[in-house]
């Protein structure tokens, strides 16, 4: 009795799965390919959302109550359950890495402070946490770390280092120069 009321219940919860659009339409990525929640279980349980959302019996040929279909729809919830907790600690860690290259890039640290702004980060356990941590770290850095930026003053690469007004006039001639000179045609 108490088992046909835990099939009954779970076959009521899988009939809301499978009558929600919302919840069949989201997107998730399986061995690299992308699909919708109603197609990966659709595959991995051989039954279709409009069988079950038509008739609130799956397709398949095995009985409701076999335990077979049950179990496939068990580990379709787990695969997705699974899934689920894999992109969110994914997103955990690239907000971690986000802020902190933020961190980095804005201000001029030291080894130390840099191991204590990425301890600090390590701390948090979601993505609001690790907001919260970078908003607190940016106030608390002191502002002499901050990286300075070098300008140049507009006319100062322009102007050429070392030079006089006056071209030199060497006076002074070799006789092998002058005679040189006169054999190529400059002097007379």
Known sequence: MEEEMMDEGFMDMMKKIY??????????TVDGKKMS???????????????MAGGGQPSSTKTPGSGVAEAELNEALETVETLRKEL?????LNAKLLYVNKVFKANNLNESQK?????????AETVK?????????????PSGTKKEVVREARGFASAAVGKSDKPEVIT????????????AGIIK
């Open 19 to 28: 009558n929600d659009p919302e919840v069949l339409g989201k997107i998730i």
């Open 37 to 51: 929640l109603k197609d990966f279980l659709a595959m991995a349980g051989g039954a279709t959302a409009g069988s």
């Open 88 to 92: 969110n600690e994914t997103n955990l």
């Open 115 to 123: 191991a204590n702004v990425i301890a600090a980060f390590d701390k």
């Open 129 to 141: 946490e690790v907001k919260l941590v970078f908003e607190t770290v940016s106030e608390n850095i």
């Open 172 to 183: 002074e001639a070799n006789q092998a120069v002058l005679r040189m000179q006169k054999l």
